[in-house]
């Protein structure tokens, strides 16, 4: 009996086999997003040589970062399947949560820039109540 435990072998899980589709399938993710933040910098920067406004520039860089933060975080989600301890999954926690600050302030900064700076001013009111916009 002891010559036979030798030679049995228990089936191993395949769950490794995936992992690098995994893997590859989460790195073009973060690539398409790192494309889309390239893409909103140069149209930014073709808008300021076309006589945009800085703010202008500043809003098209803004959606393009939103845009590629959700990419960004879904490629993250697709590496933390391949986390196996405690500490893969706090660094992975702590990303996530930079990342959502960070899109928050970029939230923030859009509605502050898309914001007229005297749109409550009391002069603006007067001139939209009488319609001498």
Not at 24 to 37: M, P, S
Not at 38 to 53: I, Q
Not at 113 to 125: F, H, K, M, R, W
Request: proline share 3%; glycine share 10%; aromatic share 4%.
């Amino acid at each position: 009996m002891g010559a036979l435990r030798g030679r049995i072998r228990r089936p191993r899980a395949s769950v490794s086999s995936s992992l690098p589709l995994v893997a590859t399938g989460a790195a073009l993710i973060e690539f398409g997003g790192a494309v889309i933040i390239a893409v909103a910098v140069l149209r930014a920067l073709l808008g300021l040589a076309t006589g945009a406004s800085i703010a202008q520039a500043k809003l098209i860089v803004i959606a393009g970062s939103l845009s590629a933060l959700g990419y960004k975080s879904a490629a993250a989600l697709l590496k933390a399947i391949e986390l196996g301890s405690w500490n893969g999954i706090g660094i992975f926690a702590a990303i996530f949560t930079l990342r959502t600050v960070i899109k928050q302030l970029l939230v923030w900064e859009r509605s502050r820039l898309t914001v007229p700076p005297d749109a409550g001013s009391v002069e603006n009111e007067r001139s939209l109540a009488s319609g001498t916009v």
